[in-house]
C-alpha cells in the first residue's frame, strides 16, 4: 500500500511537471511575447518587437497596445495573419508610415491617387530588419526629406514604447527565460 501510495504521489508530481514545462510555459511565452518583448534589454535601435511580429503572426497585437495606429492583417488561415501596423499625417498631411513584418516605409506623399503610380517604390524611405529585430539595411528614396530617417527612428521608439507601457503584464512572469531564449536563438545567426 505504501508503495502505491509513492507511485501515486510521485506520478502526480511528474504530471504537474509535464503539463507545466511542456504546455504552460510555452504558452505564456507564446501569449505575451509583446510584453516580453517589450520588456527585455536590448541595444540601440534595436526593436525587438519586429522579431514577434516576424515569428509570431498568430499573436494578434491588439489596436489599444499602439493607439493612433492603424493595424491590418494579412495572409491566411494556415500561414498565421501577419500585422501591418500604419499611421499617416505623421510629420505633414499625406505622409505614411508603413511596418510590415521585415521592414518599415515612410511615404512622405501617400495619398491614394500616388499609390497607383508605378513609381511609388522610388519615394519611399525603408528601414530592413534582421530577424531579430536590429536595423539591417537603411535605403533613402529619391528627393526624401532630411528628416525620414529620424521620424522613422522616433516613430519605431514610440511604437515600442507604446506596446512596452499599454501591454498587461503576466500573471507569472517568465522574463528571465524570455530573455535567455531570445538571447540563444539570435545568437547563433552571427
Do not use: C
Not at 43 to 50: D, E, H, M, V
Not at 85 to 106: G, P
Not at 171 to 182: G, P, T, V
Amino acid at each position: 500500500m505504501k508503495e502505491l501510495k509513492i507511485f501515486l504521489i510521485s506520478s502526480a508530481f511528474f504530471f504537474l511537471f509535464v503539463i507545466t514545462h511542456f504546455i504552460l510555459i510555452p504558452l505564456n511565452l507564446h501569449y505575451n511575447a509583446y510584453y516580453y518583448a517589450t520588456h527585455m534589454p536590448h541595444k540601440r535601435n534595436q526593436y525587438p518587437f519586429i522579431a514577434v511580429i516576424n515569428v509570431r503572426s498568430d499573436v494578434p497585437i491588439a489596436r489599444k497596445y499602439v493607439p493612433g495606429y492603424k493595424i491590418k492583417y494579412f495572409g491566411d488561415v494556415r500561414e498565421g495573419f501577419n500585422p501591418q501596423i500604419q499611421r499617416k499625417n505623421i510629420a505633414q498631411d499625406n505622409d505614411l508610415l508603413n511596418i510590415l513584418q521585415t521592414d518599415a516605409e515612410y511615404y512622405p506623399n501617400a495619398s491614394d491617387a500616388n499609390f497607383d503610380n508605378e513609381n511609388i517604390e522610388d519615394d519611399k524611405f525603408t528601414i530592413d530588419f534582421e530577424s531579430d529585430g536590429k536595423i539591417d539595411k537603411i535605403e533613402r528614396g529619391k528627393g526624401m526629406p532630411n528628416y525620414a530617417e529620424k521620424l522613422i527612428l522616433s516613430e519605431l521608439d514610440r511604437i515600442q514604447s507604446e506596446i512596452k507601457h499599454n501591454v498587461p503584464e503576466p500573471s507569472i512572469n517568465l522574463q528571465w527565460l524570455w530573455n535567455m531564449k531570445f538571447e540563444k536563438r539570435y545568437s547563433n545567426q552571427y
